[in-house]
């Protein structure tokens, strides 16, 4: 439930609505906008006694949220939601951040490597597993911690803001103290526990579509973090599973506009893990910049044939900065651009 407030309502009136709702047993959640404040009411609001709430002073109406996930809703929040993860670096405006970099931190030199390329192409953030969630327990799991120390120092290098996943509460308290994004990884899409704990941290989070979800179950998941008290939250396409094994996944590009139909967060397309074949990658990113995407993920790893892993999927630098050339004018013929590279490096003491 949303109680919209009067534009000339005054700090006490929104006070009394915030007491009423704290009397009924709910959580209020004051929403101050540009003419006028919203109040959310938190919790199971079934039960709240709306018709009392409409008739307090400075009130203009109450809504009732029908969606499932509340807060994550268009409807709770009609302007679209701008998560900025490092200074100027943001999603959901009219530029569109590109996210690249490996699938894995493999080394100093890889990691640097390839920073210095998806920013000499015109990245705006670098990605890079330090924890990775493999399908084989004996495959590469990342290099855990000093994965992360190697992105801290290509983000000094850079300038390169950096996402990075996280599998576990442990490995998001990590994650949160070098990276600035979170990203959750489809495979723990509905890791409950792991959102809510992600949600309390603070730390902006990419959250990214499980390979068996929904949009619905996409939405409800981002609802877990946002319950949290966190804002930022940056939903990923990545693809689904299924019949056909011509692609990796079924990389959804309808989701885009469904999803931001349905929502007010931003949301990025990763054609990497959607469909799993460097020749498909740059039509798709294409595609998924013409659907209107707010970012795009791609993979780019400087020797992709020697990567530990994902490399089938992975573009040659090369190839990624002619992919970033060709998505310059889609941007611009929808009204949007891509969003600047960070400036000179070194730019970043953190
Ligand atoms: C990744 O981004 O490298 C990754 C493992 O992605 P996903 O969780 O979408 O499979
Ligand atoms: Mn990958």
């Known amino acids: 439930m949303l109680v919209v407030m009067q534009p000339a309502a005054t700090a006490a009136d929104i006070e009394r609505v915030c007491e009423e709702i704290t009397r009924q047993g709910f959580k209020p959640l004051p929403m101050p906008g540009e003419v006028r ?5 938190l919790g199971d609001d079934s ?3 709306w018709s009392y709430i409409e008739a307090l002073p400075g009130v203009a109406s109450v809504l009732i949220v029908q969606k499932p996930y509340r807060q994550a809703s268009r409807e709770w929040k ?5 998560v900025e993860i490092a200074p100027g670096v943001r999603f959901g405006g009219p530029e569109i951040a590109i996210v690249a970099g490996p699938c894995s931190v493999e080394s ?3 990691i640097v490597t390839s920073a210095r390329a998806v920013r000499a192409a015109g990245a705006t953030a670098l990605r890079g597993g330090a924890f990775k969630p493999r399908s084989s327990p004996y495959a590469f799991q990342g290099l855990g911690k000093q ?3 190697l992105l801290a120092l290509a983000r000094r290098e850079t300038g390169l803001a950096i996402v990075t996943e996280a599998m576990d509460e442990h490995g998001a308290d990590l994650v949160a103290e070098y990276a600035d994004c979170i990203q959750i990884g489809a495979r723990n899409m509905q890791n409950y526990s792991l959102l809510r704990h992600v949600g309390r941290l603070g730390k902006p989070v990419m959250l990214k579509r499980g390979m068996a979800a929904t949009i619905n179950d996409l939405l409800l998941s981002a609802e877990y973090i946002l319950a949290e008290g966190n804002p930022n939250v940056i939903l990923c396409e990545r693809g689904v599973r299924t019949f056909d094994s011509a692609t990796r996944n079924l990389f959804d590009l309808t989701a885009i506009p469904v999803v931001q139909k349905l929502s007010h967060l931003p949301i990025v397309a990763d054609p990497s893990h959607g469909t799993g074949l460097r020749d498909k990658v740059t039509p798709m990113a294409r595609a998924a910049v013409a659907a209107g995407a707010d970012g795009v993920l791609v993979e ?3 020797q992709p044939d020697k990567a530990l892993s994902d490399g089938a999927q992975s573009l040659y630098p090369e190839q990624f900065a002619q992919l970033v050339q060709q998505l310059r004018p889609i941007a611009e013929a929808i ?3 891509l969003a600047p590279t960070p400036g000179t490096a070194p730019v970043d003491v953190r």
């Open 147 to 149: 994965g992360l120390e």
């Open 335 to 337: 009204g949007r651009s």
């Open 47 to 49: 039960k709240a006694d």
């Open 300 to 302: 780019v790893h400087p």
């Open 78 to 82: 009609p302007e679209t939601t701008i």
């Open 108 to 110: 100093e030199e890889q």
């Open 37 to 41: 404040t919203a109040i959310g009411l």
